[in-house]
Nanobody, 115 residues
Framework: QVQLVESGGGLVQPGGSLKLSCAVSGLTVSTYMMGWFRQAPGKQREFVAA???????RYADSVKGRFIISRDNAKNMVYLQMNNLRPADPAVYYC?????????WGQGTQVTVSS
């Protein structure tokens, strides 16, 4: 059974940083393109970042230069370092394969940006 568990969200002030983690079981991250996605209240879920098995990375324009996606193949983990968080960033953040697979959506982790 494949399971993805996100963690690391929380409340941060504008300009602050958070690092999200995604623990993956039942799927070997080194063989997949893995991504982060987010969904804000009343909005569609959107792509944030992805990392290919060959370490190539891709970012949404809204987070480019502020967020960094990485993976630890030995631990089967995917991370999202979020810097300079803005009022437009609050959402529930999810990890998934990229493109996302319906059956892999987890509970996500909430990120709130507020002073």
């Amino acid at each position: 059974q494949v399971q993805l568990v996100e963690s690391g969200g929380g409340l941060v002030q504008p300009g602050g940083s958070l690092k999200l983690s995604c623990a993956v079981s039942g799927l070997t991250v080194s063989t997949y393109m893995m991504g982060w996605f987010r969904q804000a209240p009343g909005k569609q879920r959107e792509f944030v970042a992805a990392t290919h098995w060959n370490t190539d990375t891709r970012y949404a324009d809204s987070v480019k230069g502020r967020f960094i996606i990485s993976r630890d193949n030995a631990k089967n983990m995917v991370y999202l370092q979020m810097n300079n968080l803005r009022p437009a960033d609050p959402a529930v953040y999810y990890c998934n394969a990229a493109p996302p697979r319906t059956e892999l959506w987890g509970q996500g982790t909430q990120v709130t940006v507020s002073s």
